[in-house]
């Protein structure tokens, strides 16, 4: 208990003295004052660990003093003492804030118990707030917004997101459909200076071409025949605040035209209109095509690609990131459990190696619709193989990476399929060797064995 400091506040000289040596003795720093008055001077000057304080005082007495050195110092720790304790002065000093309450005439040893019990308290305190720290840490890295996952590359794409959010910066994320780039959109808007504003979501491909640059800047009264008043479009609905163009890919050549002026000159002019408007609006694109290959192609417009190609956000696919999997599940069996009023707990030992090994080609909007399903079919506690799709429980979509052989033996081609399922096992699970074997179901000590056999051991 050495290094730690206390004031001890008690109008009896000989009472004092007493705590004084005893706690020194103790390896306490100890220095005293005579009433409330004092002790509050004495905390201005010295950021003492403890206070011990009579109750019974001249001039000031303890629960006065309790009362004005919680305001100033509302962390300290206050322990209070006195020959005339009854039960209703303990339970007042404990709702004004004290730690703990001693009644005189005391042994020297409960004055130290009580010391040492403030002490471990600090010390769970100190060490609450470290874990609360670290797992701040851990969620900022592999969580944001209401985005879920725990891989290095998601824990990447976090990082890009964290920033990007507070730069007018146009954002293109990039990635198969499903795979949460609208989400991604929100995160970074969400987290902005831009919060505050809207967020326009708009699909390129899901608006009829001859539809799309009238929502997108509006237009006058007489544009076009059915024009029977203005129609303000999404670019000034979204003024000081975030415009995210989904499939970007998909805009015709005569849009990117528009589109990139508006990018450019930060001004938009109306279907119909003779003059411009300003406006504040940041983009965010995305697209699941290849836009190097569609400008080559010529169906998307060189200067306005590289536009929007400042800041690329990558989302890779659900089969690269499979650690993600199983957090990403029950993730979504909460969610349906309150949606269905479903009880449902997890996956059994047989349907995890199962969705482990799936390719999930639709991403994770395949992966919240499968646990839908499964959540509402679950006849239990626990999703079996039953509850899950037949493609999925079959293995029928588990893709290939075995390479062609180069010999007719039986027995060597056995020995490479083997190596390879014991291998892909292994990087399924992140090396665990014990959910390995339940996948490839051969006991542990086999499975040791044999990546042994195979010069497995680094994988």
């Given amino acids: 208990m050495s290094g730690q400091s206390v004031l001890i506040i008690d109008d009896e000289e000989n009472m004092r003295h007493m705590l004084k040596v005893m706690l020194m003795k103790a390896g306490f720093a100890a220095e005293s004052a005579a009433n409330g008055f004092d002790g509050l001077e004495a905390m201005e000057k010295t950021g003492f660990d403890y206070i011990l304080c009579d109750i019974k005082m ?33 339970v007042e000093a404990m709702k004004l804030g004290a730690y703990d309450y001693i009644s005189k005439p005391f042994k020297q040893d409960e004055v130290l118990l009580t010391l040492k019990k403030a002490e471990e308290r600090e010390r769970l305190k100190a060490e609450n707030l470290e874990l609360k720290n670290k797992i701040g840490e851990i969620d900022r890295k592999y969580s944001f917004s209401n985005i879920i996952a725990r891989s290095e590359a998601m824990a990447n794409v976090f990082d890009l997101v964290r920033k990007v959010s507070d730069h007018k910066t146009t954002v293109l994320i990039t990635g198969e459909s499903g795979t ?6 929100r995160a970074i808007h969400t987290s902005s200076p831009r919060a505050s504003g809207p967020m326009i979501p708009i699909n390129c491909g899901g608006i009829p071409e001859n539809l799309l640059e009238s929502e997108l800047f509006g237009y006058k009264k007489g544009a076009f025949t059915d024009a029977v008043r203005d129609k303000t479009g999404y670019f000034e609905e979204a003024d000081r605040g975030t415009l995210f163009l989904d499939e970007i890919g998909d805009l015709p050549l005569p849009l990117q035209v528009k589109l990139l002026r508006a990018l450019q000159e930060g001004e938009i002019t109306s279907l119909g209109g003779v003059s411009s408007k300003k406006i504040d609006v940041r983009v965010i694109a995305a697209t699941s095509k290849d836009m190097k290959k569609e400008v080559e192609a010529g169906r998307f417009r060189e200067d306005l690609f590289y536009r929007i190609n400042v800041m690329v956000i990558h989302l890779p696919p659900l089969r690269e990131r499979r650690g993600d999997i199983p957090l990403l599940f029950g993730y979504f069996i909460d969610m349906f459990n309150k949606k269905l009023k479903k009880n449902v707990e997890g996956l059994s030992s047989k349907a995890l190696p199962m969705l482990m090994a799936y390719s999930w080609p639709g991403n994770v909007r395949e992966l919240e619709n499968v646990t839908e399903r499964a959540v509402l079919l679950a006849q239990g506690r626990w999703i079996t193989p039953e509850d899950l799709p037949r493609n999925i429980s079959s293995g029928e979509a588990y893709p290939s990476s075995v390479e062609p052989i180069d010999t007719l033996s039986l027995k060597k081609a056995g020995k490479n399929l083997e190596r390879e399922l014991i291998g892909r096992a292994l990087a399924l699970t992140a090396g665990n060797r014990s959910q390995a074997a339940r996948i490839l179901e051969v006991s542990r000590p086999m499975l040791l064995s044999k990546i042994k056999e195979f010069g497995l051991e680094k994988k």
């Fill in 58 to 90: 001249p001039r000031m007495d303890g629960m006065t003093f309790l009362k004005k050195a919680r305001e100033k110092f509302p962390e300290k720790t206050y322990i209070m003492m006195s020959a005339y304790g009854t039960m209703e002065s303990a």
């Fill in 180 to 185: 949460g780039k609208e989400l991604i959109a």
